[in-house]
């Protein structure tokens, strides 16, 4: 079994029908989960996914969405705890130059620390980072 760290680019991308990545999201992240790989959904982008799936298609699918990914064994759940956070603030700083948002630096930092270097995104952002690789 492979396992890959998700972003909210890739959850929106799957789910999102105007999404410009849906088809290639779909078909990458239906192909990661028949082939019995896993995803590694930190809460912190859970959160950032609810938020954007509830403002662009609306609660309903927010929420059939959600459970989805709380109940599915194909993603595990991993909590930002107080030491990452201490750590992503560190490197927004650290890289104060990139146009990396908060969210995305904890991708970085929980990469480093559960050693998974894979990240479905289709944030461009992820190209700069150093050690992590974009799937998708």
Known sequence: MKIALIDTSAICGMIDRTDKYHLAAKVFGTRW?????????????FVESMTLLKRHLGAGLAIQTGRFLRKSPLYRWVAVTPDDEREVWAVFQQYADKRWSYTDCTLLVLSRRLKIPQVFTYDAHFAQMPGVKRMG
Request: glycine content about 0%.
């Open 33 to 45: 989960l028949i082939e019995a790989n896993q995803f590694v959904l930190l809460d912190w982008i």
